[in-house]
Protein backbone atom coordinates (compact mmCIF):
# COMPACT_ATOMS: atom_id res chain seq x y z
CA UNK A 1 0.00 0.00 0.00
CA UNK A 2 1.41 3.46 -0.95
CA UNK A 3 1.55 5.82 1.80
CA UNK A 4 -0.97 8.42 0.38
CA UNK A 5 -4.35 7.45 -1.11
CA UNK A 6 -4.72 8.16 -4.96
CA UNK A 7 -7.53 10.38 -4.54
CA UNK A 8 -8.77 12.83 -2.33
CA UNK A 9 -12.45 14.18 -2.48
CA UNK A 10 -12.90 17.58 -0.33
CA UNK A 11 -15.97 18.50 1.07
CA UNK A 12 -17.11 21.64 2.49
CA UNK A 13 -20.03 21.03 5.38
CA UNK A 14 -22.19 23.52 7.06
CA UNK A 15 -24.99 22.61 8.62
CA UNK A 16 -25.72 19.56 6.64
CA UNK A 17 -26.22 16.88 9.01
CA UNK A 18 -28.89 15.39 6.65
CA UNK A 19 -26.51 14.90 3.83
CA UNK A 20 -23.70 13.62 5.37
CA UNK A 21 -24.59 10.07 5.22
CA UNK A 22 -25.73 10.17 1.48
CA UNK A 23 -22.81 12.01 0.72
CA UNK A 24 -20.65 9.39 2.37
CA UNK A 25 -22.83 6.67 0.99
CA UNK A 26 -22.22 7.85 -2.52
CA UNK A 27 -19.11 8.74 -2.83
CA UNK A 28 -17.17 5.43 -1.15
CA UNK A 29 -19.78 3.44 -3.81
CA UNK A 30 -18.47 5.61 -6.31
CA UNK A 31 -14.78 5.79 -5.32
CA UNK A 32 -14.92 1.93 -4.50
CA UNK A 33 -15.70 1.26 -8.54
CA UNK A 34 -12.12 2.94 -9.67
CA UNK A 35 -10.34 -0.05 -7.52
CA UNK A 36 -7.79 2.39 -6.29
CA UNK A 37 -7.42 4.18 -2.99
CA UNK A 38 -8.94 7.64 -1.49
CA UNK A 39 -9.70 9.51 1.48
CA UNK A 40 -12.73 11.87 2.10
CA UNK A 41 -11.55 14.86 3.44
CA UNK A 42 -14.23 16.73 5.36
CA UNK A 43 -14.25 20.51 6.77
CA UNK A 44 -16.91 21.27 9.17
CA UNK A 45 -17.25 24.98 8.80
CA UNK A 46 -19.08 25.61 12.36
CA UNK A 47 -21.64 24.05 11.93
CA UNK A 48 -24.76 24.01 14.44
CA UNK A 49 -26.44 20.69 13.92
CA UNK A 50 -24.79 17.01 14.54
CA UNK A 51 -22.90 17.75 11.49
CA UNK A 52 -19.60 17.44 13.53
CA UNK A 53 -20.91 14.05 15.42
CA UNK A 54 -22.14 12.47 12.46
CA UNK A 55 -18.42 12.76 10.45
CA UNK A 56 -16.53 11.99 13.89
CA UNK A 57 -18.82 8.19 14.50
CA UNK A 58 -18.13 7.99 10.09
CA UNK A 59 -14.59 8.90 10.82
CA UNK A 60 -14.26 6.13 13.52
CA UNK A 61 -15.68 3.45 11.38
CA UNK A 62 -13.75 4.22 8.02
CA UNK A 63 -10.28 5.51 8.42
CA UNK A 64 -10.85 6.89 4.83
CA UNK A 65 -13.17 9.61 6.17
CA UNK A 66 -11.48 12.90 7.58
CA UNK A 67 -12.85 15.99 9.50
CA UNK A 68 -11.52 19.29 9.95
CA UNK A 69 -13.11 20.99 12.53
CA UNK A 70 -13.29 24.72 12.47
CA UNK A 71 -13.94 26.65 15.92
CA UNK A 72 -16.01 28.88 13.63
CA UNK A 73 -17.95 29.11 10.73
CA UNK A 74 -15.30 30.94 8.19
CA UNK A 75 -16.96 30.32 5.01
CA UNK A 76 -17.13 28.26 2.13
CA UNK A 77 -14.04 29.44 -0.30
CA UNK A 78 -12.32 28.69 3.10
CA UNK A 79 -13.79 25.29 4.22
CA UNK A 80 -12.55 24.62 0.40
CA UNK A 81 -9.74 26.22 1.14
CA UNK A 82 -8.51 23.94 4.81
CA UNK A 83 -9.59 20.99 2.70
CA UNK A 84 -7.11 21.23 0.51
CA UNK A 85 -4.39 21.83 2.59
CA UNK A 86 -5.32 18.62 4.16
CA UNK A 87 -5.22 16.43 1.29
CA UNK A 88 -2.68 13.98 -0.14
CA UNK A 89 -4.03 12.71 -2.73
CA UNK A 90 -2.49 12.46 -6.52
CA UNK A 91 -5.78 13.80 -7.95
CA UNK A 92 -8.21 15.99 -5.30
CA UNK A 93 -11.48 16.42 -6.30
CA UNK A 94 -13.80 19.63 -4.83
CA UNK A 95 -17.62 18.69 -4.31
CA UNK A 96 -20.62 19.77 -2.51
CA UNK A 97 -22.07 18.12 0.80
CA UNK A 98 -25.44 18.71 -0.17
CA UNK A 99 -25.26 16.47 -3.19
CA UNK A 100 -26.41 19.13 -5.96
CA UNK A 101 -22.94 17.99 -7.61
CA UNK A 102 -23.68 14.01 -8.96
CA UNK A 103 -20.01 11.81 -7.54
CA UNK A 104 -20.51 9.63 -10.05
CA UNK A 105 -19.42 12.57 -12.32
CA UNK A 106 -15.73 12.00 -10.64
CA UNK A 107 -15.10 8.84 -12.89
CA UNK A 108 -15.75 11.02 -15.63
CA UNK A 109 -13.38 13.79 -14.48
CA UNK A 110 -10.54 10.38 -13.72
CA UNK A 111 -10.86 9.63 -17.09
CA UNK A 112 -10.09 13.01 -18.53
CA UNK A 113 -7.51 13.29 -15.77
CA UNK A 114 -5.35 9.63 -16.87
CA UNK A 115 -5.51 11.34 -19.96
CA UNK A 116 -3.50 14.10 -19.31
CA UNK A 117 -5.70 17.35 -18.32
CA UNK A 118 -4.13 18.84 -14.91
CA UNK A 119 -7.98 20.67 -13.86
CA UNK A 120 -11.26 19.06 -14.97
CA UNK A 121 -14.29 21.50 -14.10
CA UNK A 122 -17.93 20.64 -14.09
CA UNK A 123 -20.55 22.88 -16.54
CA UNK A 124 -23.75 23.30 -14.96
CA UNK A 125 -25.70 22.77 -17.83
CA UNK A 126 -29.37 22.93 -16.30
CA UNK A 127 -29.93 23.77 -12.61
CA UNK A 128 -32.65 21.95 -10.78
CA UNK A 129 -34.59 22.88 -8.12
CA UNK A 130 -33.30 26.63 -7.72
CA UNK A 131 -35.00 30.10 -7.62
CA UNK A 132 -35.08 31.99 -10.36
CA UNK A 133 -33.52 34.64 -8.15
CA UNK A 134 -30.49 32.26 -7.94
CA UNK A 135 -30.93 31.23 -11.27
CA UNK A 136 -30.75 34.73 -12.13
CA UNK A 137 -28.29 36.33 -10.38
CA UNK A 138 -25.81 33.18 -11.23
CA UNK A 139 -26.78 33.62 -14.91
CA UNK A 140 -25.71 37.14 -14.15
CA UNK A 141 -22.15 36.76 -12.37
CA UNK A 142 -20.48 34.24 -14.35
CA UNK A 143 -21.39 36.27 -17.30
CA UNK A 144 -20.13 39.30 -15.54
CA UNK A 145 -17.12 37.95 -13.88
CA UNK A 146 -15.83 36.71 -17.65
CA UNK A 147 -16.22 39.75 -19.23
CA UNK A 148 -14.31 41.89 -16.45
CA UNK A 149 -11.12 39.60 -15.19
CA UNK A 150 -8.27 39.14 -16.70
CA UNK A 151 -8.52 35.27 -16.32
CA UNK A 152 -10.42 33.31 -18.29
CA UNK A 153 -13.15 31.65 -15.76
CA UNK A 154 -15.47 29.11 -17.72
CA UNK A 155 -18.98 30.29 -17.48
CA UNK A 156 -21.35 28.35 -15.29
CA UNK A 157 -18.73 26.42 -13.07
CA UNK A 158 -18.64 26.15 -9.38
CA UNK A 159 -16.18 24.32 -6.84
CA UNK A 160 -17.09 20.72 -8.46
CA UNK A 161 -13.63 19.79 -10.33
CA UNK A 162 -10.68 17.80 -10.16
CA UNK A 163 -7.66 19.12 -9.82
CA UNK A 164 -4.00 17.78 -10.17
CA UNK A 165 -1.72 17.15 -7.23
CA UNK A 166 0.35 20.07 -9.25
CA UNK A 167 -2.77 22.41 -9.33
CA UNK A 168 -3.32 21.68 -5.71
CA UNK A 169 0.21 22.57 -4.22
CA UNK A 170 0.22 25.72 -6.79
CA UNK A 171 -3.23 27.08 -5.24
CA UNK A 172 -1.85 25.90 -1.51
CA UNK A 173 1.27 28.43 -2.16
CA UNK A 174 -1.48 31.45 -2.50
CA UNK A 175 -1.75 33.21 0.87
CA UNK A 176 -4.57 35.65 -0.05
CA UNK A 177 -6.73 36.02 2.31
CA UNK A 178 -10.16 37.22 -0.17
CA UNK A 179 -10.44 33.69 -2.08
CA UNK A 180 -11.91 32.66 -5.34
CA UNK A 181 -11.00 30.00 -5.37
CA UNK A 182 -12.06 29.03 -9.04
CA UNK A 183 -10.60 32.01 -10.25
CA UNK A 184 -7.35 31.47 -8.47
CA UNK A 185 -7.76 27.60 -10.51
CA UNK A 186 -7.78 28.94 -13.87
CA UNK A 187 -5.34 31.53 -12.99
CA UNK A 188 -2.58 28.53 -11.99
CA UNK A 189 -2.91 27.62 -15.63
CA UNK A 190 -1.47 23.80 -16.82
CA UNK A 191 -4.34 21.86 -18.95
CA UNK A 192 -7.83 22.35 -18.22
CA UNK A 193 -11.18 21.07 -19.52
CA UNK A 194 -14.97 20.98 -18.50
CA UNK A 195 -17.33 18.36 -18.65
CA UNK A 196 -20.92 19.40 -18.48
CA UNK A 197 -23.45 17.81 -16.12
CA UNK A 198 -26.92 18.53 -14.51
CA UNK A 199 -26.70 20.21 -11.28
CA UNK A 200 -29.71 18.43 -9.23
CA UNK A 201 -31.51 20.09 -6.72
CA UNK A 202 -30.52 20.07 -2.76
CA UNK A 203 -31.17 16.58 -1.31
CA UNK A 204 -32.11 17.93 2.15
CA UNK A 205 -32.16 21.33 3.66
CA UNK A 206 -31.96 24.72 2.36
CA UNK A 207 -29.04 27.13 0.97
CA UNK A 208 -26.39 28.23 2.62
CA UNK A 209 -25.87 31.00 1.04
CA UNK A 210 -27.97 34.12 1.50
CA UNK A 211 -27.78 36.82 -0.35
CA UNK A 212 -25.16 38.76 1.44
CA UNK A 213 -22.70 35.83 1.35
CA UNK A 214 -23.63 35.77 -1.91
CA UNK A 215 -22.82 39.50 -2.82
CA UNK A 216 -19.77 39.21 -0.75
CA UNK A 217 -18.88 36.02 -2.60
CA UNK A 218 -19.51 38.21 -5.93
CA UNK A 219 -17.22 41.18 -4.45
CA UNK A 220 -14.42 38.69 -4.08
CA UNK A 221 -14.18 37.71 -7.63
CA UNK A 222 -14.37 40.97 -9.06
CA UNK A 223 -11.99 42.22 -6.82
CA UNK A 224 -9.66 39.72 -6.78
CA UNK A 225 -9.41 39.43 -10.59
CA UNK A 226 -10.57 42.60 -11.86
CA UNK A 227 -9.06 46.23 -11.67
CA UNK A 228 -12.04 47.57 -14.06
CA UNK A 229 -13.68 48.67 -11.05
CA UNK A 230 -11.14 51.34 -11.00
CA UNK A 231 -10.93 51.90 -14.15
CA UNK A 232 -14.60 53.30 -15.01
CA UNK A 233 -13.63 56.19 -13.03
CA UNK A 234 -11.20 57.37 -16.18
CA UNK A 235 -13.64 56.73 -18.47
CA UNK A 236 -16.75 58.83 -16.57
CA UNK A 237 -13.66 61.40 -16.01
CA UNK A 238 -13.59 61.34 -20.02
CA UNK A 239 -17.11 61.73 -20.65
CA UNK A 240 -17.81 64.48 -17.79
CA UNK A 241 -14.48 66.63 -19.41
CA UNK A 242 -15.93 65.98 -23.18
CA UNK A 243 -19.04 67.89 -22.23
CA UNK A 244 -17.40 70.48 -20.48
CA UNK A 245 -15.44 70.79 -23.28
CA UNK A 246 -18.35 70.55 -25.47
CA UNK A 247 -20.59 72.94 -24.11
CA UNK A 248 -17.96 76.30 -23.87
CA UNK A 249 -17.94 77.35 -27.47
CA UNK A 250 -21.61 76.39 -28.10
CA UNK A 251 -22.93 78.61 -24.88
CA UNK A 252 -20.23 81.44 -26.38
CA UNK A 253 -22.03 81.29 -30.08
CA UNK A 254 -25.45 81.16 -28.63
CA UNK A 255 -24.84 83.70 -26.34
CA UNK A 256 -22.19 86.12 -27.52
CA UNK A 257 -23.59 85.95 -31.18
CA UNK A 258 -27.22 85.26 -31.20
CA UNK A 259 -27.83 86.72 -27.54
CA UNK A 260 -29.76 83.63 -25.78
CA UNK A 261 -29.66 83.50 -22.39
CA UNK A 262 -30.10 80.09 -20.70
CA UNK A 263 -30.64 78.68 -17.51
CA UNK A 264 -30.53 82.48 -15.88
CA UNK A 265 -26.58 83.05 -16.45
CA UNK A 266 -26.28 79.49 -14.13
CA UNK A 267 -24.64 77.62 -17.56
CA UNK A 268 -20.61 78.51 -16.41
CA UNK A 269 -21.72 77.45 -13.69
CA UNK A 270 -22.39 73.80 -14.61
CA UNK A 271 -19.71 73.89 -17.09
CA UNK A 272 -16.90 74.54 -14.31
CA UNK A 273 -18.91 71.92 -12.13
CA UNK A 274 -18.14 69.36 -14.96
CA UNK A 275 -15.16 70.38 -15.64
CA UNK A 276 -13.81 70.30 -11.37
CA UNK A 277 -15.86 66.35 -11.33
CA UNK A 278 -13.81 65.58 -14.54
CA UNK A 279 -10.24 66.27 -12.85
CA UNK A 280 -11.05 64.87 -9.33
CA UNK A 281 -11.95 61.63 -10.86
CA UNK A 282 -9.24 61.43 -13.17
CA UNK A 283 -7.13 62.23 -9.99
CA UNK A 284 -9.16 59.40 -8.03
CA UNK A 285 -8.65 56.88 -10.84
CA UNK A 286 -4.71 57.47 -10.23
CA UNK A 287 -5.11 57.33 -6.67
CA UNK A 288 -7.11 53.80 -7.56
CA UNK A 289 -3.94 52.87 -9.80
CA UNK A 290 -1.62 53.18 -6.93
CA UNK A 291 -3.98 51.60 -5.18
CA UNK A 292 -4.12 48.42 -7.22
CA UNK A 293 -0.53 48.35 -7.02
CA UNK A 294 -0.19 48.33 -3.25
CA UNK A 295 -2.97 45.53 -3.32
CA UNK A 296 -1.42 43.37 -5.87
CA UNK A 297 2.57 43.67 -3.50
CA UNK A 298 0.20 42.98 -0.71
CA UNK A 299 -1.83 39.91 -2.03
CA UNK A 300 1.57 37.50 -1.74
CA UNK A 301 0.33 35.49 -5.10
CA UNK A 302 3.39 34.14 -6.70
CA UNK A 303 4.67 36.15 -9.84
CA UNK A 304 4.21 32.59 -11.85
CA UNK A 305 3.81 29.09 -11.64
CA UNK A 306 6.12 27.10 -13.66
CA UNK A 307 4.63 23.62 -14.49
CA UNK A 308 8.15 22.43 -15.94
CA UNK A 309 11.66 22.63 -16.41
CA UNK A 310 13.71 21.15 -18.91
CA UNK A 311 17.21 20.71 -19.63
CA UNK A 312 18.52 22.09 -16.15
CA UNK A 313 21.67 20.11 -14.08
CA UNK A 314 19.29 18.91 -11.17
CA UNK A 315 16.08 17.48 -12.58
CA UNK A 316 13.80 17.85 -9.32
CA UNK A 317 11.01 15.98 -7.77
CA UNK A 318 8.41 18.53 -7.82
CA UNK A 319 7.71 19.83 -10.71
CA UNK A 320 5.87 22.81 -9.28
CA UNK A 321 7.69 25.78 -8.95
CA UNK A 322 6.09 28.94 -7.21
CA UNK A 323 8.09 31.97 -6.88
CA UNK A 324 7.07 34.14 -3.88
CA UNK A 325 6.91 38.08 -3.89
CA UNK A 326 9.41 38.04 -1.18
CA UNK A 327 11.85 36.72 -3.50
CA UNK A 328 13.17 39.90 -5.04
CA UNK A 329 12.81 39.39 -8.98
CA UNK A 330 14.82 41.43 -11.74
CA UNK A 331 12.43 44.07 -13.01
CA UNK A 332 12.59 44.70 -16.48
CA UNK A 333 13.01 48.75 -17.38
CA UNK A 334 10.41 50.79 -18.13
N1 LIG B 1 -20.84 25.80 2.99
C1 LIG B 1 -19.83 25.98 3.94
N2 LIG B 1 -19.79 27.14 4.63
C2 LIG B 1 -20.69 28.16 4.43
C3 LIG B 1 -21.69 27.98 3.44
C4 LIG B 1 -21.72 26.79 2.73
O1 LIG B 1 -19.00 25.10 4.14
O2 LIG B 1 -20.60 29.18 5.11
C5 LIG B 1 -20.87 24.53 2.23
C6 LIG B 1 -22.21 23.83 2.24
O3 LIG B 1 -22.36 22.98 3.35
C7 LIG B 1 -22.18 23.08 0.91
C8 LIG B 1 -21.36 23.97 0.01
O4 LIG B 1 -20.63 24.83 0.87
O5 LIG B 1 -21.52 21.84 1.04
C9 LIG B 1 -22.21 24.78 -0.93
O6 LIG B 1 -23.18 25.52 -0.20
P1 LIG B 1 -24.70 25.60 -0.65
O7 LIG B 1 -25.16 24.28 -1.18
O8 LIG B 1 -25.49 26.18 0.45
O9 LIG B 1 -24.61 26.65 -1.83
P2 LIG B 1 -25.53 26.68 -3.15
O10 LIG B 1 -25.44 25.32 -3.76
O11 LIG B 1 -26.90 27.02 -2.70
O12 LIG B 1 -24.91 27.75 -4.00
MG1 LIG C 1 -25.85 23.60 -2.81
Given at each position: ???????????????????????Y?????V???????????T?????????F???????????????V????N??????????????????V?????D??????????????????????Y????????????K??????F??L?Y??????????????????????????S????????????????F???????????????E??????????????????????P???????????????????????????I????F??????????????????????????????????E???????????????????????E?????????????
Amino acid sequence: MSEHPRYSIVAPIYNEEGNIQKLYDRVSQVMDSTGESWELVTVNDGSRDKSFELLSALSHKDSRIKVVNFARNFGHQLAVTAGLHNTSGDAVVVIDADLQDPPELILDMIERWKAGYHVVYAVRQERKGESWFKLFTAKLFYRLIYRITDVDIPLDTGDFRLMDRKVVDALNSMPEHNRFIRGLTSWIGFKQTGITYVREAREWGETKYPLKKMVRFAMDAVTGFSYFPLQVMVYVSFVLGALAILAIPIIAILRLILGFQFLGGQVTNIILLLLVGAFQLFFLFILGQYVARIYDETRGRPLYIVAEKVGFDETTATIVETTKQTVPEPQPES
